[in-house]
C-alpha cells in the first residue's frame, strides 16, 4: 500500500549509472539541493557558538552510546511509569510483528502515520498491507510518494526528486484513490497543492483510532519522546487517536533535558534552515484528559547493536536525520537518493546502511565507494560525524572479505615483493629492460582503470642509478 519498495535494487554504479542520464531528474535535485544547503548557512552563521554546539552534541552522543544500556533501561522504566508499555524488537520482522499485533487487537484498519524514518527502514506499511491494514501517510512529501507508488529519495524531504508539475498531476490522477480526490482545475502553485492535501487529509485525521510515529528524541530522564515538524500534520496523528505506536530506533534516546536543548538549537538549522522546528511535539506516557489513551513504545534494534560493536563505524549512530550531508554531496547530487537502494541515501546511507544491513549483497558492498571523499558531509555534520573515516573503514572491510578481488592480489603480490629486496631488485631491472612494452594504460576494462595512464618508467632505475653515482 505504501508503494515501491528498495528489496532487489541493483548496486549503487548501476542505478547510479542510469540516474545521471536523467536531465529532469538532475535539474530537481541541483536546484532543491543547492537552495536548501545555502539556506542552512546562512542560519548556521547567525550562531557564534555553533562549533561549540557541534562539539557539544557530539559528546553527548558518544557518552550517550557508551552507556546506551543504561539511559535504556531507564527510558523505560520512566515510560511504564507514566503509563506507556515498552517493547523490544531485535529486528524487522518482530518489530513488524508486534505493530501488527497491536493494531489488530484495536479492531482497526487503518493507521495514520507521522513521518518516521525507523518504520520505512523495517518496511511497516507492507507488513500492514499484509494484513489488510491501511497505513496514510500524512507528511506531504511522504504523502506524494505514497500516491505515487513511488520511493522516498531524501531523508528530510522524500520527494524531492518531483517538481511541481509532477506533484500536481500525481494528485490530479491518484488522491481519488485513497480518499477525497483533488479539486477541479488543481494548478502547480504551492498554495493550491499544500491546500488539496489539507483536504484530502483532514477527513484521515478526523476518524482515525491509531496513530503511528516515530521520534526524533527520546529523554531517558522523564520517558519523553519528541517529533519535530514543520506542517503541524505529526501533531495531528500524536493527539487525536485513541492508541499512539511508536518505533524508534535505539540510539535516538538522550540523558536528560538538558541534552536534548542543545540538539533543538542544531537540527532545525541544519535540516530546514530555521532557527526552530514550526511543530515540536512532546509527550510522557498517557493522560485521563488529554492525548492518546494507550501508549506504546517499540525499541528498535535492527542492526544497530552491531553497529555499536565498531569502534570506528559506531559515530554513525549520532546521526539526527538532518539531512545536511546530502545537500552538500556533489555524488547524490547528481544520482539523486534512489541510488543508494535503501530509505537512508547520500553520504550518511552511505555509511549507516552497511552497518546495519552489513556488506554481503552487491548493494551494500558497493555504498561505501559511493563518494569522492571530499570531506564537505564531515563539515555540515552539527555531531561532527567523520563520514569519510567511516567509508574509508567500510571499504576495507569490503575489499577484506574478497569483493575487491584482484586489488587484494595485487597488494598481497607488492607486500612480498617489498619483503624480498632481491626479488625487487630484478623486478626493477626487468621492468626497465621492458618498459616499451608496457601498455598506456592499467590492466582491466574498468572505470577507475580506463581513466589512468601508467606512469613511463625511466631508462634505469634508480637502485642502479646510486650504485653507481654513491661514490
Not at 54 to 71: A, F, N
Amino acid at each position: 500500500m505504501s508503494g515501491r519498495t528498495f528489496i532487489g535494487m541493483p548496486a549503487f554504479p548501476e542505478a547510479a549509472a542510469r540516474a545521471v542520464g536523467d536531465e529532469r531528474l538532475r535539474a530537481n535535485l541541483r536546484h532543491a539541493t543547492r537552495t536548501i544547503r545555502d539556506k542552512r548557512a546562512a542560519a548556521v552563521a547567525e550562531l557564534d557558538d555553533w562549533a561549540l554546539l557541534r562539539r557539544t552534541g557530539k559528546e553527548i552522543k558518544d557518552r550517550t552510546l557508551r552507556h546506551l544500556d543504561t539511559y535504556l533501561l531507564r527510558l523505560e522504566e520512566r515510560v511504564t511509569a507514566a503509563g506507556g508499555v515498552v517493547h523490544w524488537a531485535v529486528d524487522a520482522a518482530e518489530a513488524n510483528r508486534v505493530v501488527t499485533g497491536l493494531v489488530r487487537a484495536t479492531g482497526e484498519r487503518e493507521v495514520v502515520k507521522v513521518k518516521s524514518m525507523a518504520t520505512q527502514e523495517i518496511g511497516l506499511n507492507e507488513a500492514l498491507a499484509a494484513e489488510g491494514i491501511t497505513a496514510y501517510e500524512t507528511d506531504l512529501a511522504e504523502l506524494i510518494v505514497q500516491l505515487g507508488e513511488d520511493r522516498p529519495s531524501h531523508i528530510l524531504v522524500p520527494a524531492i526528486h518531483r517538481n511541481r508539475g509532477e506533484i500536481r498531476d500525481i494528485f490530479r490522477a491518484r488522491m481519488a484513490d485513497w480518499g477525497r480526490p483533488a479539486p477541479d482545475g488543481l494548478t502547480d502553485t504551492p498554495a493550491e497543492l499544500a491546500e488539496a492535501a489539507r483536504l484530502h487529509l483532514r477527513e484521515k485525521f478526523l476518524r482515525a483510532k491509531v496513530g503511528v510515529s516515530g521520534a526524533n528524541f527520546m529523554v531517558a530522564e522523564t520517558g519523553t519522546l519528541v517529533v519535530v515538524e514543520s506542517e503541524g500534520n505529526g501533531r495531528m496523528c500524536l493527539t487525536l487517536p485513541e492508541t499512539l505506536i511508536s518505533v524508534v530506533g535505539i540510539e535516538k534516546v538522550v540523558p536528560a533535558w538538558r541534552d536534548l536543548e542543545v540538539f533543538l538549537q542544531t537540527l532545525p538549522r541544519s535540516s530546514t534552515a530555521e532557527r526552530m522546528n514550526p511543530y515540536t511535539s512532546m509527550w510522557t506516557g498517557t493522560t485521563d484528559a488529554d492525548g492518546p489513551s494507550a501508549f506504546h513504545l517499540v525499541l528498535l534494534d535492527n542492526g544497530r547493536t552491531a553497529a555499536l560493536a565498531d569502534e570506528v563505524g559506531r559515530q554513525a549512530l549520532r546521526c539526527i536525520r538532518c539531512s545536511a550531508c546530502l545537500n552538500v554531496c556533489p555524488v547524490y547530487e547528481r544520482a539523486g537518493g534512489h541510488a543508494y537502494g535503501s530509505v537512508y541515501p547520500g553520504p550518511i546511507g552511505a555509511i549507516l546502511t552497511p552497518l546495519l544491513r552489513g556488506t554481503t549483497s552487491a548493494l551494500d558492498a558497493s555504498l561505501p565507494y559511493a563518494s569522492s571523499l571530499c570531506g564537505a558531509c564531515y563539515e555540515v555534520c552539527p555531531v561532527a560525524i567523520d563520514i569519510p573515516e567511516v567509508l574509508v573503514h567500510l571499504r576495507e572491510r569490503v575489499a577484506g572479505q574478497g569483493g575487491h578481488r584482484r586489488e587484494s592480489a595485487a597488494v598481497r603480490a607488492a607486500t612480498w615483493l617489498l619483503d624480498h629486496p632481491r626479488a625487487l631488485a630484478a623486478a626493477e631491472r626487468l621492468a626497465v629492460r621492458t618498459r616499451r612494452a608496457h601498455p598506456a594504460r592499467p590492466p582491466g576494462s574498468g572505470a577507475w582503470t580506463g581513466g589512468r595512464d601508467l606512469p613511463e618508467l625511466p631508462e634505469r632505475s634508480f637502485r642502479d642509478w646510486w650504485a653507481e653515482n654513491r661514490t
